[in-house]
């Protein structure tokens, strides 16, 4: 009896937490981006952006951001602002956004051709092609400068162009306004009457066009005889011609766009159309994150390799991606970033191969002028050269952020040069023969013209080239290397403590943090100091190839790399972090079935690895040619057997054919 009267109780319970975790859900993917269904915005993505902004009938405004840029971040209550007060002109020009770092939109970010975040760009309406936009650069990205930016952007519309929905913005010529003076008509006339540069007619023109009972002109106040017919003594000023021949200045409390608009906003018989706007809610409808992050723990004394190859991967493959071929300066850059990361990343043997690879191929190449499509073949490695693999997966996990829009990639960057840094201290050989190794700022200088070139959060980057200007080149050892790094660093999270980019669940603070390193932290005079000898000790620890634990970690096949997910690096099998086998050693479980693997392939002749490059005659083969050339020889040699039978047996056909003849 009373398990017959609990049970419909504990049915009732269990399906009150699941819609509970149900909304919970519901909630945190509606958080996944910086803007959601609720904002005034249409949200773009992959599937929508190109059918939305081609042949449009209205023109378009779409901000390009990323979810992890900081600026970003700071910047979007303004864009929703903006996109809020903008409303009533989505039929003539509409405010749109697309995530690029969401994973799905990747592609077409490149399309696009952004680089850089948030990148701003118009679209014209009725236009029948792709196109790419107009940017807009202006420094000034405040709401009202913006606004008269879009505006001057709608009148830049020709004829054909021209939005159906949108009136006419250009000014009415005196003798047109003072012909309605008098005159009967069915619905109002309002006549903004202002300078030339003056930007109030035109919006109060946008805002009421969604209005029936009225319509809104503009006029320019330089005639003094319209002034002096309508009574106006300052600009901007509104007069009302109402349906009856009454007319009348507009009596506003101040003659600014919000009173002009909410005035005639109010009049008798003045509604807003039952039009249904250009937007449509299939496409504003943004595709759920599909598979929800499951949140990983993790020890914060710890670095995680999952970050680091997961910020690599972002990095090569999307980040650099965006720029379609490298040349003058941005190549040399990216050349110096690869042999910095080939020397000094830390990382597991097939990421490091990859990398080597990457700079062998680089160096062999005499090009000035290299496609990125080829470097990502490379990335991706097409070729098929075993035991070389980068993960195409962002598992974040001491880059988690609380909310997916916080933390990952930028993180992920910093943890990545703080890495760096800590090897080129600990390791001074390693860039040994490639022109950097003289250079204690080599790995600083290479992050600062990577920042500057590549990062795509652009005020980052502008911020992070102030501090590198003032002090970098001050730097004269690897250890000072590594505090530079982690002071800017530090100021960076200063000015960014309480900022709109903060995860609440990792406030930006001083760090190392007490509890991680209690000796880096000291009193002088009732004030904090640090201790640079002990901090210096504390990032060489944390930052030591020892730290890096490779759980979660992805393989190849696998979804992480096998058995290793719950183990923590002591239970690993011994020599992946032991420094004595060196950073790039090859004992990873993950790296011990490759290698399995790859026995049983040469085992059966399936599949050798490819050589490392060579060099002959001063020109540098890399492993490409070198496959090439195996290929060449094996298909020539095959050619030549062909012909050999060929015309052994055409011989032998004559000589037959010749000896009937001869019976
Ligand atoms: C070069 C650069 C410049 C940036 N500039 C801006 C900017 O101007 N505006 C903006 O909004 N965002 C900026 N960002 C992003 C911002 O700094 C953070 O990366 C982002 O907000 C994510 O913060 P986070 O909480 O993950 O910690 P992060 O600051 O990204 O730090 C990552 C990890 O590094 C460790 N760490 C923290 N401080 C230090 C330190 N001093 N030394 C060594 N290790 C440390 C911690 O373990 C931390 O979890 C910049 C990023 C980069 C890479």
């Known amino acids: 009896m009373a398990t017959g009267s609990s049970s419909p109780c504990s049915i009732a319970f269990l399906l009150g937490l699941y819609s509970l975790f149900f909304s919970l859900f519901?909630?945190?993917?509606q958080a996944a981006h910086l803007y959601s269904s609720e904002d005034p915005v249409t949200i773009l993505h992959s599937?929508?952006?190109?059918?939305?902004?081609?042949?449009?009938?209205?023109?378009?405004?779409?901000?390009?951001?990323?979810?992890?840029?900081?600026?970003?971040?700071?910047?979007?209550?303004?864009?929703?602002?903006?996109?809020?007060?903008?409303k009533d002109w989505e039929p003539a020009i509409q405010i749109g956004v697309l995530d690029c770092a969401d994973e799905k939109n990747f592609d077409v970010c490149k399309e696009f051709g952004v680089h850089f975040y948030p990148t701003f760009r118009y679209f014209k309406a009725r236009n029948n092609k792709f196109d790419l936009g107009k940017p807009y650069r202006g420094a000034n990205r405040e709401l009202p400068t913006v606004r008269q930016v879009m505006v001057n952007f709608l009148q830049n519309h020709s004829?054909?162009?021209?939005?159906?929905?949108?009136?006419?913005?250009?000014s009415s010529r005196s003798s047109d306004v003072l012909a309605l003076l008098g005159k009967k008509k069915q619905q109002y006339t309002a006549v903004i009457i202002e300078d030339e540069n003056s930007f109030v007619g035109r919006e109060v023109i946008l805002d009421l066009m969604q209005y029936d009972g009225l319509t809104v002109m503009r006029a320019l106040g330089s005639d003094a005889s319209l002034l002096e017919k309508l009574g106006i003594l300052s600009l901007p000023a509104g007069y009302l011609f109402h349906p009856n021949g009454k007319h009348e200045l507009m009596k506003v409390h101040k003659t600014l766009r919000f009173f002009f608009s909410s005035f005639?906003?109010?009049?008798?018989?003045?509604?807003?159309?039952?039009?249904?706007?250009?937007?449509?809610?299939?496409?504003?409808?943004?595709?759920?994150?599909?598979?929800?992050?499951?949140?990983?723990?993790?020890?914060?004394?710890?670095?995680?390799?999952?970050?680091?190859?997961?910020?690599?991967?972002?990095?090569?493959?999307?980040?650099?991606?965006?720029?379609?071929?490298?040349?003058?300066?941005?190549?040399?850059?990216?050349?110096?970033?690869?042999?910095?990361?080939?020397?000094?990343?830390?990382?597991?043997q097939p990421v490091v191969k990859l990398l080597e690879t990457l700079?062998?191929?680089?160096?062999?190449?005499?090009?000035?002028?290299?496609?990125?499509?080829?470097?990502?073949?490379?990335?991706?490695?097409?070729?098929r050269i075993s035991g070389m693999y980068l993960t195409n997966k962002l598992e974040w996990v001491g880059c988690q952020g609380s909310q997916p829009a916080l933390r990952r990639?930028?993180?992920?960057?910093?943890?990545?040069?703080?890495?760096?840094?800590?090897?080129?201290?600990?390791?001074?050989?390693?860039?040994?023969?490639?022109?950097?190794?003289?250079?204690?700022?080599?790995?600083?200088q290479t992050m600062r013209r990577y920042i500057g070139s590549f990062f795509g959060c652009q005020e980052c980057g502008r911020h992070f080239e102030e501090m590198a200007k003032e002090s970098m080149d001050q730097v004269t050892t690897h250890n000072e290397a590594v505090l530079w790094l982690w002071r800017k660093h530090?100021?960076?999270?200063?000015?960014?403590?309480?900022?709109?980019?903060?995860?609440?669940?990792?406030?930006?603070?001083?760090?190392?943090?007490?509890?991680?390193?209690?000796?880096?932290h000291e009193e002088v005079e009732g004030l904090h100091a640090w201790n640079e000898k002990e901090v210096l000790a504390f990032l060489k620890r944390h930052y030591g190839a020892s730290n890096i634990s490779p759980k979660y970690t992805a393989g190849p096949e696998e979804g992480t790399a096998g058995g290793q997910e719950d183990k923590e690096p002591s239970e690993q099998k011994p020599g992946w972090e032991d420094p004595k086998y060196g950073a790039h050693s090859p004992k990873s479980p993950y790296l011990e079935k490759?290698?399995?693997?790859?026995?049983?392939?040469?085992?059966?002749?399936?599949?050798?690895?490819?050589?490392?490059?060579?060099?002959?005659?001063?020109l540098g083969f890399s492993n490409i040619d070198l496959s090439l050339c195996v290929l060449m020889y094996v298909s020539s040699g095959l050619f030549l057997m062909i012909m050999f039978f060929f015309f052994r047996m055409r011989s032998k056909r004559w000589k037959v054919r010749h000896n009937r003849f001869s019976i």
């Open 26 to 29: 519901i909630c945190w993917t």
């Open 47 to 86: 599937g929508t952006v190109k059918q939305t902004l081609q042949n449009s009938s209205s023109a378009w405004l779409v901000q390009f951001y990323s979810s992890w840029c900081g600026h970003c971040i700071q910047y979007s209550p303004t864009w929703k602002a903006l996109a809020g007060d903008v």
């Open 159 to 170: 004829q054909e162009e021209w939005p159906p929905a949108c009136p006419p913005l250009e």
């Open 264 to 348: 005639l906003k109010l009049l008798p018989g003045v509604r807003r159309r039952k039009l249904q706007s250009p937007r449509s809610s299939d496409l504003a409808v943004q595709e759920g994150d599909a598979a929800a992050t499951v949140w990983k723990e993790f020890d914060k004394s710890k670095v995680y390799m999952a970050d680091l190859e997961s910020g690599l991967h972002f990095l090569l493959r999307i980040e650099l991606a965006s720029h379609q071929t490298l040349e003058g300066k941005e190549l040399e850059t990216f050349k110096d970033f690869v042999t910095v990361i080939a020397k000094l990343f830390p990382g597991q």
């Open 359 to 383: 700079l062998e191929w680089l160096v062999s190449l005499p090009l000035d002028r290299i496609p990125y499509d080829a470097i990502l073949d490379l990335v991706n490695n097409k070729m």
């Open 409 to 444: 990639y930028p993180c992920s960057l910093w943890t990545l040069f703080h890495t760096l840094t800590v090897q080129a201290a600990e390791r001074p050989d390693a860039l040994a023969n490639t022109g950097l190794e003289e250079n204690a700022q080599a790995v600083l």
């Open 490 to 520: 530090n100021t960076v999270n200063n000015r960014l403590a309480g900022a709109l980019s903060e995860d609440p669940q990792f406030p930006k603070t001083r760090w190392p943090t007490p509890d991680l390193c209690p000796a880096c």
């Open 594 to 618: 490759l290698q399995g693997k790859e026995r049983q392939e040469e085992g059966i002749g399936l599949h050798k690895e490819a050589k490392p490059g060579m060099s002959f005659l001063g």
